[in-house]
């Protein structure tokens, strides 16, 4: 059995138009303007038949649509691009089919349209639940609006999670315990929790380096961390990854190939890829700017501008850090298979420091370890 | 007399960036001293460091040839210089090889603290000077107020003062003219017997040792058998020449010229800078004037990273001490570090351009230990030993008193930067010995002890004085002193390599400003890591890091996989940067950077 078959395989559509930039991100997002949608099917779809002509036959066990604002597709787009996927792979009996969203009016009156062709989950970013800190946040929905649009998706949608950003500008623990209790209202079964990270970059991290963005120092944001971790576990919604809750069965499970080291394939512009192919493993990454990969895929029939050759010792890292994040840990049979070594010293202190767990031929995480898992890692991999 | 009044003898004075170099170019470039195929940028400073940091530290020489407006042919002959104060003899000897200097000054800048360290010298040596200013083509150049500010500064006319612009070509001609009518054609006598200076040396992969000599005196010749007058060691000489720049044998230099010899002398340390060449047989009466012999100042371990490297360490440092007498090693030990060399050094900028050449040309990674000076250490039996390094200090009880070296250092100061100087030295345990004026500057004569200036006194200097300031210091003796030595504690564990000597006045506040230090240093670690001082069994001074709060990517998902798998392999390659004390990470350039105080 090769490797990625023990997570499965997923595919990922990327939309990289939103309405306008939110100073803290630096995903791959242009300001929308009045763009052919039919094209852009069009494009995606030709993209995604050549990561079928790459891959071979398989069957997608999920489907997601990130971006950028893929709710700003129209859902004949969406529509589409589902049933691409299907007769390209085939999409497995209760394919995962998720589409992020943003909360505002316009999107939810496409919640029906969009379920109707397909989409069976919606991941909304709600980000926070006061309309300051959305107005701070360069958010352009109100709290009111997120409450609104998150009812339609519940009804429209069979999953639905939302995120909500923590550690903000100001914030202190008791502020984000209150907002967390709210948050627990109103979530169904799934719910991302994201410390603010300033990222280079972004206008925050201007921001950051000018001292205007007083964000609150490590100690806080670690005690905000650990307050999160009891309170959702309190609440049956445990952390199963380091920002993901969920109750049991509930995970997002595109996001599972992810951090299983599945494979999957990703169509649409600064689209990544992890592949297996009969060569060996590979990574995927086209370009980046909107234009660019709109020419690359009318000429080339795809955008892809780099292939990476994973050799074991990569594979096997990337395994380990992406592993790691899930409070199941990692399968040392698995990593041991991809000739990953550890650091048998650094692995003793960790345990013995609580910050590692050694089981049933697994490694874990403990909380405790999962808040400083880049460092554990360092540390880790031999 | 032999008539030398074709020849003229120059150096070029000025601040680093004041474009010296870029000036040599253009001389040698107007003068077709090279064709346009071999000129490349910078062509005096060969060593990589020399160009990167713009200074040069072996002194180079080129012969140039100009047709001057009078009709003449003239041989002009350059010697570039070092520029740096722990290489005052070097500047010292160079500067006594020639007859005039060039002063660069930049026509924006003004004049600045090395040009003054350096202009002294050549006033020393009685140098014919020409004010050059350079950059005159900027926007900001201010040649009138710059032309000022070096009659008040220096006290010298400038009302002469060549204006060009090295980058352009500008006024290239008129500096040669300048060189051929206003410097001093050199004296010297062809039928007496030979004295030359020995300016400089290095080793050649092919020749062997390269020695440059100015004739003084008399003639030497291919064959001739010449002998060292302080090293009193006697060689034939294999060839003589000159530099245009590539070597070019002559097979003969007379009084006034500057050149080259070799004599199958196989190391820099058997010639001496300073030394004077003469003939084996018929040797001149008196050597010349001022030869000091090179001596270490600065010790400081050096050791590689990764203790494999050991071997590849041995080689490099001994391929360097070939081209370089002034440095000094011998094997070292520490418990913390392993094996390494202990090493000397003239000052800290030599200390930090070998072991920059040994990370370059060799690809060591090193760690360097806290520089030290030379202790005596009187035994209470009568011994006196000589302590290189910290962490062979004897027993507290068997040690009668210990003496360190002091200096007596001469600063240059514009008035009103006078204050910061004075507590600087203050600081350092000064004790002045004089405060004159010359004009809008100060000159402070201070004894200082050399173990409060060794290390980063002449960073403060410049730093107090943004650059104006003008250092020199000679050794001035031994001094019995209140000493300890101190040694740091990384998470309860002494690290050897950390251990000081310091006086017992100043033991807390450099304790306490270590700990600081070492505390912004040191990463944080998943548990707390306490750093303290301690002179015996007694803490001072403590700190503590506190552990690792938070080290976590909140979002990653399938894009991100090879920036975070890259982000992991950057993290571990700095990780192998460091070097462990028990189960603390210490990052390579704490050991140096502990030192520094910003006080």
């Known amino acids: ?131 300051a800190d959305l107005k701070a946040l360069g958010r352009m929905h109100s709290a009111a609006e997120a409450r609104a649009a998150f009812g339609v998706a519940r009804e429209a949608f069979e999953r639905v999670s939302f995120d909500l950003i923590y550690a903000r500008m100001g914030q202190t623990a008791a502020d984000w315990e ?34 205007r963005l007083p964000v609150p120092a490590d100690d806080a944001a670690a005690e905000m961390y650990e307050v999160t971790q009891a309170v959702t576990a309190a609440a049956g919604m445990p952390a199963y990854e380091i920002s993901n809750h969920a109750r049991p069965g509930a995970e997002s499970r595109h996001n599972l190939v ?36 709109m020419a690359a895929v009318a000429a080339e029939g795809h955008a892809v501008e780099a292939e990476e050759a994973l050799s074991r010792e990569d594979q096997a890292a990337e395994y380990l850090l992406m592993s790691m994040r899930l409070v199941e840990g990692a399968d040392l049979t698995r990593f041991a298979a991809l000739g990953g070594k550890l ?12 910050r590692l767990e050694r089981q049933d031929g697994r490694l874990r995480a403990t909380a405790s370890g999962r808040i400083v898992l880049n460092r554990l890692l360092a540390d880790l991999l031999a | 007399m032999t008539d030398l009044s074709h020849i003229r003898n120059f150096s070029i004075v000025a601040h680093i960036d004041h474009g010296k170099s870029t000036l040599a170019d253009r001389l040698i470039q107007a003068t077709g001293t090279v064709t346009e195929r071999e000129m490349k940028e910078q062509m005096l400073d060969t060593m990589d460091i020399e160009r990167e940091r713009g200074i040069t530290i072996k002194a180079q020489t080129v012969r ?11 041989t002009l002959n350059l010697i570039d210089t070092p520029g740096h104060v722990d290489f005052t003899y070097e500047v010292s000897r160079s500067m006594r090889a020639v007859e005039g200097s060039l002063l660069v000054v930049d026509a924006s800048q003004g004049v600045e ?31 009138e107020r710059v032309a000022e500010q070096i009659e008040d500064v220096i006290g010298i006319d400038a009302s002469d003062a060549v204006l060009i612009s090295a980058k352009t070509g500008l006024g290239i001609e008129k500096v040669l003219e300048a060189v051929v009518q206003r410097l001093p054609a050199p004296k010297g006598d062809a039928d007496a017997p030979l004295k030359a200076m020995l300016v400089d040396s290095w080793y050649d992969a092919y020749l062997g040792v390269v020695v ?62 300073g030394d004077t060449v003469t003939h084996e047989r018929k040797p001149c009466a008196k050597p010349l004037p001022g030869f000091k012999p090179a001596q270490p100042v600065v010790f400081c371990g050096l050791f590689p990273v990764d203790n494999n490297d050991f071997e590849a360490l041995r080689e490099a440092i001994e391929k360097l001490a070939l081209n370089d007498a002034s440095f000094s090693h011998e094997m070292e030990t520490s418990a913390a570090l392993g094996f390494g060399f202990r090493c000397g050094f003239l000052g800290l900028l030599h200390l930090e351009v070998i072991r920059d050449r040994l990370e370059r040309e060799y690809d060591i990674d090193l760690i360097t ?98 650059g104006y300031a003008s250092f020199d210091y000679q050794m001035d003796g031994y001094e019995a002193g209140n000493l300890v030595k101190m040694q740091i504690l990384v998470n309860d564990e002494p690290v050897d390599a950390l251990s000081t000597i310091v006086h017992r006045d100043k033991a807390e506040s450099r304790g306490r400003t270590m700990c600081e230090k070492l505390k912004e240093l040191i990463p944080q670690h998943m548990f707390k890591v306490p750093i303290q001082a301690a002179i015996g069994g007694r803490i001072i001074a403590r700190e503590t890091i506190s552990a690792l709060r938070k080290d976590v990517t909140a979002k990653c998902y399938g894009g991100d996989v090879t920036r975070k798998r890259k982000l992991l392999e950057k993290q571990k390659a700095g990780k192998k940067k460091m070097r462990q004390f028990g189960k603390v990470d210490i990052p390579q350039e704490a050991f140096i950077n502990a030192l520094k105080m910003d006080g």
């Open chain 1, 1 to 131: 059995m090769a490797d990625w078959e023990a997570a499965g395989f997923g595919v990922y559509v990327h939309w990289p138009f939103c309405l306008a930039k939110c100073p803290y991100c630096d995903f791959n997002s242009h300001v929308w303007r009045e763009e052919d949608q039919s094209a852009w099917a069009d494009a995606l779809e030709t993209e995604l038949a050549h990561m079928r002509a790459l891959t071979g036959p398989r069957v997608a066990e999920t489907l997601f649509f990130g971006g950028g604002t893929p709710s700003l597709m129209e859902a004949r787009v969406v529509g589409r691009l589902v049933e691409a996927v299907d007769r390209l792979w085939g999409l497995a009996p209760g394919a995962e089919v998720t589409l992020e969203a943003n909360p505002t009016s316009v999107e939810a009156g496409r919640f029906r349209d969009c379920a109707a062709a397909g989409v069976n989950r919606v991941s909304m970013g709600v980000q926070a639940l006061n309309d």
């Open chain 1, 178 to 211: 209150a907002e967390l209790a709210e948050a627990l209202e109103m979530a169904v079964d799934h719910l991302s929790l994201y410390q603010l990270t300033i990222e280079p970059g972004t206008r925050f991290a201007e921001m950051h380096a000018r001292g």
């Open chain 1, 258 to 293: 992810y951090w299983r080291y599945g494979d999957f394939a990703g169509a649409g512009p600064g689209a990544h890829g992890r592949l297996t192919l009969p060569g060996g493993r590979i990574g995927t990454s086209t370009r980046r700017d909107p234009a660019g990969w």
């Open chain 1, 343 to 354: 650091d048998a010293g650094a692995v003793a202190d960790a345990v013995a420091s609580g």
């Open chain 2, 64 to 74: 140039l040839i100009y047709k001057a407006e009078d009709g003449r042919e003239y």
């Open chain 2, 113 to 143: 603290a090395q040009t003054l360290a350096n202009v002294y010298q050549a006033i020393d040596a009685d140098h014919e000077i020409v004010p050059v200013l350079n950059k005159i083509d900027l926007p900001a150049a201010e040649p």
């Open chain 2, 212 to 273: 440059l000599v100015r004739v003084m005196d008399g003639v030497l010749k291919k064959g001739d058998r010449i002998r060292m007058m302080q090293t009193g060691a006697a060689y034939q000489v294999d060839r003589v020449g000159v530099f245009t720049p590539k070597m070019l044998p002559t097979d003969i230099l007379r009084p006034g010229e500057i050149g080259f010899l070799t004599a199958s002398i196989k190391q820099v340390r058997d010639t001496r800078v």
């Open chain 2, 369 to 466: 230990t806290a520089p030290s000076v030379v202790y005596m250490i009187h035994m209470t039996d009568g011994e006196v030993r000589e302590l290189h390094n910290p962490a062979d200090m004897p027993e507290v009880t068997k040690i009668d008193r210990i003496e360190e070296p002091w200096i007596k250092a001469t600063i240059l100061v514009p008035d009103e930067f006078l204050g910061d100087v004075l507590k600087l030295c203050q600081d350092r345990r000064g004790i002045q010995l004089e405060l004159t004026y010359a004009g809008a500057r100060a000159m402070v004569v201070y004894r200082l002890p050399l173990n409060e200036v060794v290390f980063d006194f002449y960073d403060r200097l410049k730093s107090v004085t943004k």
